[in-house]
């Protein structure tokens, strides 16, 4: 029996639908919305228990910490003004940023939330959201699999639960509604709303990359009725897709083969890049080479895009070439 396919849902006590009133009218997954994988559960059946004891015993603080804060994040939505502003100011857009900052926030987006992207039968509150990232230690994750990288996973899931809480606890200080969602049992696909917020390109990993620290981060949400955020007009990162089709280094690198050479489409019609039952067992050990083997994880954006570009403009060249000599 798949305890992971059975277990599709936080537990009430931090799940936000448990807050939510008959009168709020929620945004609903849309209809090609991925179901949700529970790390936990699914680790619980892949994982040996020696391993998992070994590797989660010294972390048992920071999990207390992030079960607190996932039950926070859903709980404290009966604190929002409801008549909440419509419309921030600069001058709160700007002590927000300071504010995410001083959190230990690496970069902050923002995008209206694409209901494919809430996670099969959730609800959000709202639809326009700010979306945080938070950097992993390159160096750490350079490691390999391990304690260390396992820890630093950790760190930052840790940070982000408490992050989206302290920013959701200053908009509504200052008037505004809002939803947070952590990265540990939020209730969106991040890397894809992260995209969609210019922060990155969702590369063969499945992970989000980015021009300043390429897979090495995770990801969190607070959602808003906030009508006038940045959003981004376009994502200038669309050539790491085509870069990666010519990489396929973490493919090669996944001990597990878990990473889909081609994108496959779950029986939602969601995209999934890596078959969790195969990452589950390589993953309870502390892998994450498809981060630290990521060409992106080793080297500095602006000169892999040069590269990458100079290489297209030869391609061209030689095609032109091609067709004027018939
Ligand atoms: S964590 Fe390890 S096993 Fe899982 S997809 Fe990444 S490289 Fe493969
Ligand atoms: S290792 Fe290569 S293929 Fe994999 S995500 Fe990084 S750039 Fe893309």
Redesign the pocket.
């Known amino acids: 029996m798949k305890l992971y396919k059975i277990f599709r849902r936080p537990p009430s006590f931090i799940s936000v639908s448990t807050w939510i009133k008959k009168e709020d009218q929620t945004i609903k997954s849309g209809p090609d919305a991925r179901l949700p994988i529970i790390v936990p559960i699914l680790e619980m059946q892949y994982g040996t228990i020696t391993e998992k004891l070994k590797m989660i015993g010294p972390l048992f603080d920071m999990f207390k910490s992030i079960m607190i804060n996932m039950r926070k994040s859903a709980k404290s939505i009966i604190f929002n003004p409801k008549l909440g502003k419509r419309q921030i100011t600069e001058e709160h857009l700007k002590e927000l940023k300071n504010k995410a900052n001083e959190l230990g926030i690496s970069t902050i987006g923002f995008t209206k939330v694409n209901a494919n992207h809430i996670f099969k039968d959730f609800e959000i509150l709202y639809d326009n959201a700010i979306i945080l990232t938070m950097e992993m230690n390159k160096g750490l994750m350079a490691k390999g699999?391990g304690q260390e990288n396992m820890n630093e996973i950790m760190r930052t899931y840790d940070g982000l639960g408490i992050a989206v809480n302290e920013i959701a606890d200053f908009l509504r200080e200052k008037g505004y509604n809002c939803h947070a969602s952590p990265a540990f049992g939020g209730d969106i696909n991040t890397v894809p709303a992260a995209q969609d917020a210019g922060l990155g390109f969702v590369g063969n990993?499945?992970i989000l990359i980015s021009p300043e620290y390429g897979p090495c981060m995770r990801l969190a949400a607070v959602f808003v009725d906030i009508e006038n955020l940045p959003f981004p007009e376009n994502n200038e990162h669309g050539w790491i897709a085509d870069f990666c089709n010519s990489c396929n280094k973490?493919i090669k690198?996944?001990?597990?083969?878990?990473?889909y050479k081609t994108p496959h489409y779950n029986e939602n019609g969601g995209r999934v890049y890596?078959?969790p039952v195969?990452?589950?067992?390589?993953?309870s050990r502390g892998?994450?080479?498809?981060?630290s083997?990521c060409v992106f994880t080793g080297g500095h954006y602006d000169k892999i895009k040069r590269g990458y570009e100079m290489k297209m403009s030869k391609v061209d060249e030689i095609s032109t070439g091609t067709e004027e000599k018939g």
């Open positions: 699999p990993n499945g973490c690198k996944c001990p597990a083969q878990a990473i890596i078959d195969k990452c589950a067992e390589p993953f892998c994450s080479l498809c981060v083997s």
